[in-house]
């Protein structure tokens, strides 16, 4: 029997921009096995010499399609590619297909971004900032739009640690308009010397750019179906479509990683923290009941001539009944890392945390320097290109950036999230489960743990290949306690010598 989420999205036809990232490809895959959806225009760029239909053709052999290729082999065929960019005056689009994406779309799906909070200025308000408002532009076209969800980020308004769902143009040092205005004139080497005093109390361009996107549609969404999604930092799946799948090494994932891999060994990081981290398909199952939620909101104002509010904005962090903490991100990603280790780990995995800056600028130098240089000694031996202090002193920077994140705990607002799950029908809420309250860490990290071997390290998923990584495992654990052993035992006779002298024995 056809759900009210599933009736709204039959026959429909979406365009989604951001379609061949992680969100993108999820939330495809989502549609397409899920619900009977007419088409999905997907706005998409040529890449590494492959044309835009070469990408959309290589999702045949894509894992995340690999279930609804099963159950419905010809889905792929719904989807369109529509060429285009973010980063182009028009988002790149064509006239023709402007004007089919105008008279076809009802339901507009924005997620394109870029996450990288090192992103200069100039590129991160062409993708984030600029492309916002040429989206609302092209969406005003659309004869037939029902909805329109804008992502956001759960972080657009990081420098307050109350985050109700509302918008904050107070934070922002300069209006959109005006910085927009900038960018016309400004080249983009002038417009980054800027960024210090544009960017001002954000740590970085990403959310600093995310915050006046949402200026945007505050100020320019008029009468248009939109809203606002704030998603937390998004992960692996939990179960949907593949459980534990992930296809990139970003935020939390590259610390999980790198640890499991037996690289990293000390972190800054607050335990104590909140861990804002959200499945990925939870994250979608959302998304597409954001569309449904806004199309239900916008045809009741209509049938009774009321005036659209501004748009609303819906917070989505795990639940404050079932919340997760940095330490325990650790603890159970590490504890899983026993039930699933690497074969090709190079040391056994383990994992401090300090707040303190000197305390990890000494204990990196220990744990991740020293062994670095070592290495590198002996790839200069083998003839090879000494590498490994080159990659810690990344991953350090790659620390600092991601520092301010893990250190902080943020008090979200979700009212309006929470709301929309209460609404859904029983049938829905099992079909679209985005209910962080009932999630099971354990569990998670459980799956997540077992995928991340397999879709990340690459490695053999069969109990052969387990056992296989459990028995290096079990080589490194006696290399790490003789190695304690050797460094507790030096440091324990170097005080007896010091006391010794100091009391005259």
């Not at 009736?7 to 365009?15: A, L």
């Not at 740590?203 to 704030?230: F, H, I, M, S, W």
């Not at 790198?258 to 939870?282: H, K």
């Not at 997760?324 to 603890?331: A, E, H, I, Q």
Request: charged fraction near 20%; glycine fraction near 6%.
């Amino acid at each position: 029997m056809e759900t009210p989420l599933q009736g709204f999205y039959k026959n429909k036809t979406i365009f989604l921009t951001g379609g061949s990232g992680f969100l993108g490809k999820v939330t495809i895959e989502k549609l397409l096995r899920s619900t009977d959806v007419k088409r999905i225009y997907v706005l998409i760029r040529s890449k590494k010499g492959k044309d835009v239909q070469d990408r959309i053709a290589a999702w045949n052999e894509d894992v995340v399609f690999s279930e609804v290729l099963k159950s419905k082999p010809e889905s792929l065929k719904k989807i369109v590619p529509i060429s285009g960019d973010c980063v182009e005056p028009d988002l790149g689009i064509s006239k023709g297909d402007r004007e089919l994406l105008a008279k076809e779309v009802q339901v507009v799906l924005h997620g394109a971004a870029t996450v990288r909070f090192t992103e200069p200025l100039h590129l991160a308000l062409d993708i984030n900032t600029r492309a916002a408002r040429l989206m609302l532009e092209l969406a005003r076209e659309m004869t037939r739009l029902e909805a329109y969800v804008h992502v956001s980020t759960a972080f657009s308004n990081c420098i307050t640690d109350h985050i109700k769902e509302e918008f904050y143009p107070e934070h922002l040092t300069c209006g959109v308009d005006k910085v927009l205005a900038m960018r016309k004139i400004l080249s983009d080497e002038l417009l980054d010397g800027l960024s210090p005093l544009l960017v001002g109390k954000y740590p970085n361009t990403y959310t600093y750019t995310k915050a006046l996107a949402e200026q945007v549609l505050q100020q320019e969404a008029g009468d248009l179906p939109v809203c606002v999604y704030r998603p937390g930092i998004i992960v692996a799946s939990y179960k949907e479509p593949v459980e534990g799948w992930i296809d990139n090494i970003y935020g939390p994932t590259v610390l999980l990683y790198a640890t499991a891999l037996g690289y990293i060994r000390i972190t800054p990081l607050n335990t104590d923290a909140n861990a804002n981290i959200l499945p990925i398909d939870y994250c979608v199952n959302l998304f597409l009941a954001l569309a449904w939620r806004t199309a239900e909101e916008n045809a009741t104002r209509k049938r009774n001539g009321i005036l659209p509010p501004p748009p609303p904005i819906y917070n989505y962090v795990p639940s404050k009944s079932n919340m997760l903490t940095w330490g325990g991100f650790r603890d159970n990603s590490l504890a899983r890392s026993k039930d699933f280790p690497f074969e090709q780990m190079k040391w056994l995995p383990f994992l401090q945390c300090t707040t303190n800056f000197w305390v990890f600028k000494v204990l990196s130098f220990l744990y991740h320097l020293v062994p670095g240089f070592l290495i590198d000694v002996v790839l200069r031996f083998k003839g090879q290109k000494p590498r490994a202090v080159q990659v810690y002193k990344k991953y350090h920077n790659a620390m600092y950036i991601l520092a301010f994140f893990g250190a902080s705990t943020w008090h979200f607002d979700t009212n309006n999230t929470d709301n929309i799950w209460q609404s859904l029908t029983p049938q829905d809420q099992q079909l679209f489960q985005f209910d962080m309250s009932t999630l099971d860490w354990d569990d998670y990290f459980y799956r997540s743990t077992c995928a991340m071997r397999i879709y990340l390290g690459k490695e053999d998923p069969s109990p052969a290949g387990i056992k296989r990584a459990q028995r290096v495992r079990a080589r490194y654990l006696i290399f790490h306690r003789l190695l304690q052993f050797v460094l507790y035992g030096g440091a324990l006779a170097i005080l007896w010598t010091v006391l010794k002298s100091l009391i005259g024995f």
